[in-house]
């Protein structure tokens, strides 16, 4: 068991050598992946609200449209074809 030991010392002693500054401990590395998700979901929230008020909107003002359009032409053509 002492080789086994041995061996993995020097592969960790080895490893930390030659990565040097890019070494990331799991516990940082893993932290920094939770903020990255937690970007990314927040990131989708937003585009999935902005989306469906652009949407809304857009519904919204087609349907005004339409019923301005609608309530002019009525009066164009029962109001004012008996008067003109």
Not at 9 to 18: D, I, Q
Not at 24 to 53: L, P, W, Y
Request: charged share 25%; proline share 0%; hydrophobic share 45%.
């Amino acid at each position: 068991m002492q080789d086994k030991d041995l061996i993995k010392s020097a592969v960790v002693e080895a490893l930390e050598e030659k990565l040097g500054d890019f070494f990331i401990e799991r516990e940082k590395h893993f932290q920094h992946h939770q903020f990255i998700d937690g970007v990314m979901s927040f990131s989708e929230n937003i585009k999935s609200t902005a989306c469906k008020t652009v949407t809304t909107i857009v519904i919204i003002g087609a349907v005004t449209i339409l019923i301005l359009g609608l309530v002019a032409w009525i009066k164009k053509n029962i109001f004012g074809g008996a008067n003109g």
